[in-house]
């Protein structure tokens, strides 16, 4: 492994701990029964794995994203994310799923943005000698383990 990927390797095996205690931080959030408490704290989370995917995003070379910043990129991602689990949300139309479709919506996006860490960390990582994937990808998910969309 190159000092360059040593590097990365360093701060990807810090991932998980660094989301499960951002877990653990919006827990209240999260937990408090109040609708904008727990939409707003599941966006902080996804806020976090957004920083998360724009640093990772620079270790690709310039403008592999669309021709995009990795900000614009991952912001429009993020976007578009939104407004596809809002309509799985509300399957009859805008308007008719509650307040509890804020909540999923969240969720939702959530964990795509996960997904989306998981799956730049598989590409930037795959056959990589001196680096575990499969238990990265273990640590990664227990992060967050408890949480759900309600």
């Not at 877990?23 to 959030?29: D, M, R």
């Not at 912001?75 to 509300?90: C, G, H, P, Q, T």
């Amino acid at each position: 492994m190159s000092a360059p990927r040593k590097e990365l390797a360093i701060y990807v095996r810090d991932l998980p701990g660094i989301l499960a205690k951002s877990v653990a931080l919006a827990a209240p959030g999260r937990e408090s029964g109040v609708t904008q408490s727990m939409v707003q704290a599941t966006d902080e989370l996804t806020g976090v794995l957004v920083q998360i995917l724009v640093h990772l995003a620079s270790w690709f070379p310039k403008d592999h994203f669309d021709g995009q910043s990795a900000s614009e990129y991952f912001s429009l991602y993020i976007s578009n994310r939104a407004k596809w689990r809002r309509a799985l949300a509300e399957p009859d139309g805008v308007g008719t799923g509650g307040t509890l479709v804020r909540i999923t919506t969240a969720y939702g996006v959530f964990e795509d943005a996960r997904a989306a860490v998981d799956d730049v960390v598989s590409a930037l990582f795959v056959n990589q000698r001196g680096f575990d994937l499969p238990q990265w990808r273990m640590q990664w998910k227990a992060a967050t383990e408890h949480v759900g969309p309600i």
